[in-house]
């Protein structure tokens, strides 16, 4: 696997983990199972990730694995088309296919938050959800006459 340029990856995660806090580090390494050591390493451009750590780091710091090797130039979800990365409780600001940003409520905030906190299978089952409540209400907002 051609993991590009390591000094692009190293760079993105030198700023998502905020190399001068290393309570961050910590945080980030007791979360993910990877050590302080590699992540260091990593930052330096020392050490290149395998897969496995680049989904764990994607999955911590809720951003997509082409941001952190450098395919996207912008900050994205796992989803692809969501700008900000790290959503927590409470509202945030959020880009979709490219509109305007503006504010999430704190029911779009959680359920970036939930989505985000699944494991894959939950995420389909939460996705199938809630393509069949968008059908209800195009239904009713929408009906069919004959």
Do not use: W
């Not at 290393?22 to 290149?48: F, H, P, W």
């Not at 997509?64 to 692809?80: A, E, F, H, P, R």
């Not at 990365?85 to 939930?114: A, K, W, Y």
């Not at 989505?115 to 939950?122: A, E, V």
């Amino acid at each position: 696997m051609d993991l590009g340029d390591s000094n692009i990856f190293a760079g993105r995660l030198a700023f998502l983990i905020d190399e001068n806090d290393e309570l961050n580090k910590k945080r980030v390494a007791e979360a993910t199972g990877i050590s302080a050591g590699n992540l260091t390493e990593y930052t330096q451009g020392k050490k290149k990730p395998t897969a496995d750590t680049l989904i764990k780091l994607g999955n911590f710091f809720d951003v997509s694995i082409d941001y952190l090797l450098g395919v996207d130039k912008d900050v994205n979800t796992m989803n692809g088309n969501v700008t900000g990365g790290n959503f927590v409780q409470g509202g945030g600001t959020i880009t979709v296919n490219g509109h305007c940003p503006r504010e999430m409520s704190i029911e779009e905030s959680d359920l970036f938050r939930i989505f985000n906190s699944i494991d894959g299978k939950k995420r389909n089952k939460l996705l199938s959800l809630a393509y069949l409540l968008e059908d209800e209400t195009n239904s009713f907002l929408n009906p069919k006459t004959k």
